[in-house]
């Protein structure tokens, strides 16, 4: 059974870090590109970070224009953990954050359940 887990959103201060992690399991993770991506009240659903398999460098991440420089996208192989590391988080930064698993060959694609993260003071 393919799961993949968020964990660990919550409510901080602008200017605070929140760190987040996602449990895979139930399929190779370290054949699939791993993506956060986040949906704010209103808004669709849009691309923050994505890492691809290859040796799981950080150097090899994309990031949206809106978080590059504060969020930094990694993932342990070992643990089958993908995690998105926030910080001087802002108030637009506030979201529903979604693990996204997907493979280009055969085309496979999972999606976590979603952890909110609410930026306030």
């Known amino acids: 059974q393919v799961q993949l887990v968020e964990s660990?959103?919550?409510?901080?201060?602008?200017?605070?870090?929140?760190?987040?992690?996602?449990?895979?399991?139930?399929?190779?993770?370290?054949?699939?590109?791993?993506?956060?991506?986040?949906q704010a009240p209103g808004k669709e659903r849009e691309l923050v970070a994505t890492i691809p398999t290859a040796g799981g460098s950080t150097n090899y991440a994309n990031y949206a224009n809106s978080v590059k420089g504060r969020f930094t996208i990694s993932r342990d192989n070992a643990k089958n953990t993908v995690y998105l590391q926030m910080n001087s988080l802002k108030p637009e930064d506030r979201a529903v954050y979604y693990c996204n698993a997907r493979r280009s060959r055969p085309y496979t694609n999972y999606w976590g359940q979603g952890t909110q993260v609410t930026v306030s003071s």
């Open 8 to 38: 660990w959103g919550g409510l901080v201060q602008p200017g605070g870090s929140l760190r987040l992690p996602c449990q895979a399991s139930g399929f190779t993770f370290s054949s699939y590109a791993m993506n956060w991506y986040r």
